[in-house]
């Protein structure tokens, strides 16, 4: 009480403080835009005018931590929303991985900062981020605009054929494989690669179009530049490659030597072996649909029996990093698997898988082949002993690529040097190293059911997270059969 006030009690309001005024003045609002792009240089800002193209936040935003980030999110467009969600779900950094598990999508920012707007390798990355976008955060709007962005990449690249606009081949060999990506992503039209008896023709679908752009690409600019080549055209040619494979065709000749691009070691070694494949394939496919005779089973299974002594040869002469480490599965969400293959780096891993696959794939054409041959002294034992026994250990390493279980239930994953939090069962830059070798073990015939179906399982997963209609029609049988 102060006598000295007509009012007797005096009120000290603290109202303002209560409604979060702050006690000191707020910096500037330069100043905090410093502050905020020092602390965390992958916060976007939003555009009007399309893409983001700031080279500092796009190198930035590969950071899933930053990319994640709230501040981010705040005033962008649905365009610049998925290109930021595509970029922390699906791109590696060069760290992330060892260079022989290097995927075309390791180089795509750089040289989508490199490329003007309006361009086809901008036109194409827009296209894709957005699909996945739309398709893992079911949000229709974004296919639609995705379904737009890729007429105009596709309109683009024809104007850069015919020569009325200009672009580097590496740009157009990155974005013949994003288009191939989204081809699989959205359209996902059955494809026919069969290896039955009554089998047709192997019938090629857009996105072996897309592929077959590429490879005419690849082959230009080998024509130009006969002595060196750059890290995107053997990434390019590594999924040229497994793509033949898979539609059953041979590698063309000029590039069959993976040394000219660059492969060396282990890698060189199994790549040469890949090429050999796919002209094994080529040759059981040209069999005629089972209306060839002994003597043309023969000589297949003879060129199988060969690449499988080497294949199994090469995996045991593995430098020691290249070898796994054996852990106990509990901290994997996995029952049924006991034990786990873990490696140096995915990259690694990813190499030993697509060697499994491989060479289930050869054991599975000399089954085939012997169940067609007349001879009665003809065993396909040995063939199913080595496919169930690969197929055993491909349950062993499919694993690695899952994010792991804490004790509190969380779910995390170590990618090189960083750490991934994420409530999903597989991060989908992973997924996408698991889609080539799961897609030909599932479809391998002679694979013990048990198997097959966890496999199935797990490329059912890989497929959700990577938001591909084309890998889920794999994962239920109706695409390959090998």
């Not at 039955?196 to 077959?212: I, L, N, Q, W």
């Not at 698997?337 to 060479?359: F, M, N, P």
């Not at 059911?449 to 084309?470: F, I, S």
Request: charged share 20%; proline share 4%; glycine share 6%.
């Amino acid at each position: 009480w102060d006598p000295d006030e007509q009012s007797g009690l005096v009120f000290k309001s603290e109202n303002v403080f209560a409604q979060g005024r702050p006690r000191k003045p707020r910096a500037s609002k330069a100043k905090v835009s410093h502050a905020t792009q020092a602390a965390s240089p992958a916060v976007i800002t939003s555009s009007s005018s399309g893409p983001v193209s700031d080279v500092t936040t796009a190198l930035a935003v590969v950071d899933p931590i930053a990319a994640s980030s709230p501040r981010s999110a705040l005033g962008l467009s649905l365009e610049e929303h998925a290109f930021l969600h595509w970029t922390a779900q699906c791109v590696f950094r060069h760290d992330d991985l060892s260079e022989p598990g290097h995927e075309y999508n390791v180089h795509v920012l750089q040289h989508w900062i490199e490329a003007k707007p309006g361009s086809s390798l901008h036109f194409a990355l827009s296209a894709l981020s957005l699909a996945f976008f739309g398709r893992s955060r079911h949000a229709p709007a974004a296919v639609k605009d995705a379904e737009r962005a890729y007429c105009r990449a596709l309109a683009r690249t024809q104007r850069v054929v015919c020569g009325e606009e200009k672009e580097t081949i590496n740009h157009l060999l990155l974005t013949a494989m994003l288009m191939g990506t989204f081809e699989n992503m959205v359209n996902g039209h059955s494809t026919s690669a069969s290896a039955r008896p009554d089998a047709g023709r192997v019938e090629a679908s857009k996105v072996f179009t897309h592929y077959d752009g590429a490879l005419a690409l690849l082959k230009l600019q080998r024509q130009e530049t006969l002595a060196s080549c750059t890290p995107i055209e053997r990434v390019v040619r590594r999924q040229l490659v497994r793509a033949n494979i898979l539609r059953g065709s041979t590698v063309p000749e000029w590039l069959a030597d993976g040394e000219s691009y660059g492969e060396s070691g282990p890698t060189l070694e199994l790549d040469a072996m890949l090429v050999r494949v796919g002209r094994l394939r080529a040759d059981f496919l040209a069999t005629g649909a089972g209306v060839s005779n002994d003597k043309d089973y023969i000589s297949i299974i003879v060129e199988a029996d060969v690449l499988n002594v080497a294949l199994r040869q090469w995996h045991a002469g593995l430098p020691e990093d290249w070898k796994h480490e054996t852990v106990f599965g509990g901290q994997y969400p996995f029952e049924l698997i006991a034990k786990v293959h873990e490696r140096r780096t995915h990259g690694h891993a990813a190499v030993i898988l697509r060697y499994r696959a491989t060479r289930i794939l050869v054991n599975s054409i000399i089954d085939r082949c012997l169940s067609c041959t007349a001879s009665p002294q003809n065993n396909t034992d040995t063939a199913r002993e080595t496919i169930a026994e690969l197929a055993g250990t491909v349950c062993q390493d499919v694993p690695y690529f899952f994010n792991q279980v804490g004790s509190n239930g969380s779910r995390w994953l170590s990618i090189g040097k960083h750490i991934i939090n994420s409530q999903d069962d597989i991060t989908p830059k992973l997924a996408g190293l698991l889609a080539w070798p799961l897609s030909i073990v599932v479809s391998c015939d002679a694979l013990p059911a048990k198997q097959r179906e966890w496999l199935r399982e797990r490329l059912r997963t890989v497929a959700a997270a990577y938001g591909d209609a084309r890998l889920q029609q794999v994962a239920e049988g109706g695409v390959f059969s090998f």
